[in-house]
T-cell receptor
Framework: GESVGLHLPTLSVQEGDNSIINCAYSNSASDYFIWYKQESGKGPQFIIDIRSNMDKRQGQRVTVLLNKTVKHLSLQIAATQPGDSAVYFCAEIATGTASKLTFGTGTRLQVTL | GAGVSQSPSNKVTEKGKDVELRCDPISGHTALYWYRQSLGQGLEFLIYFQGNSAPDKSGLPSDRFSAERTGGSVSTLTIQRTQQEDSAVYLC?????????????FGEGSRLTVL
């Protein structure tokens, strides 16, 4: 079936460096993509989203890039901080349909001092 | 409250018992979702309520699982005759509207352990 997955299960980054978390999706009908952050013992928290009519969107210290040609999504975190340590999920949905938000497996980001 | 509230936060039960998990969404949110998260895994969709529409139950893993949403607000997820493989964190989320937004607000989850 359709799926959303991640290339790297764990990413270790030194404090201050930039982090890049990747995600591949397979549903060509998906037109809306979201990144969530989940800290230990908490529910996922919305970070940033992007629609398929865009290829880049920036937030505070975060940038999401979308490459529809290869069905690839990435989350870039600038100047990674210890508080960024968490599991990051990408999610996708085909808006305007009866589909629901589908989450990938997740990547654990570990920030080392 | 200000956020999505779930109870109980932790539940330990014996195999074969029934459990009920409760979700109190953010006031005014018309969409409500239940997801299941096993240890170290992603979020598995279970069921989705949107307003007065028939719920999308396509993610429920078996007929032992059911959910209802009363008065368009509080939702209860019921698992009958629990099995050890039901052990997971059950997450509830709500949003202002349904399929056109990905901004779901999650509760902290109910951790279920089936012995």
């Amino acid at each position: 079936g359709e799926s959303v997955g991640l290339h790297l299960p764990t990413l270790s980054v030194q404090e201050g460096d930039n982090s890049i978390i990747n995600c591949a999706y397979s549903n060509s009908a998906s037109d809306y993509f979201i990144w969530y952050k989940q800290e230990s013992g908490k529910g996922p928290q919305f970070i940033i989203d992007i629609r398929s009519n865009m290829d880049k969107r920036q937030g505070q210290r975060v940038t999401v890039l979308l490459n529809k040609t290869v069905k690839h999504l990435s989350l870039q975190i600038a100047a990674t901080q210890p508080g960024d340590s968490a599991v990051y999920f990408c999610a996708e949905i085909a808006t305007g349909t009866a589909s629901k938000l589908t989450f990938g497996t997740g990547t654990r980001l570990q920030v080392t001092l | 409250g200000a956020g999505v509230s779930q109870s109980p936060s932790n539940k330990v039960t014996e195999k074969g018992k029934d459990v009920e998990l409760r979700c109190d969404p953010i006031s005014g949110h018309t969409a409500l979702y239940w997801y299941r998260q096993s240890l170290g895994q992603g979020l598995e969709f279970l069921i989705y309520f949107q307003g007065n529409s028939a719920p999308d139950k396509s993610g429920l893993p078996s007929d032992r699982f059911s959910a209802e949403r009363t008065g368009g607000s509080v939702s209860t997820l019921t698992i009958q005759r629990t099995q050890q493989e039901d052990s997971a964190v059950y997450l509830c989320a709500s949003s202002r509207r349904g399929g056109n937004t990905g901004e779901l607000f999650f509760g902290e989850g109910s951790r279920l352990t089936v012995l």
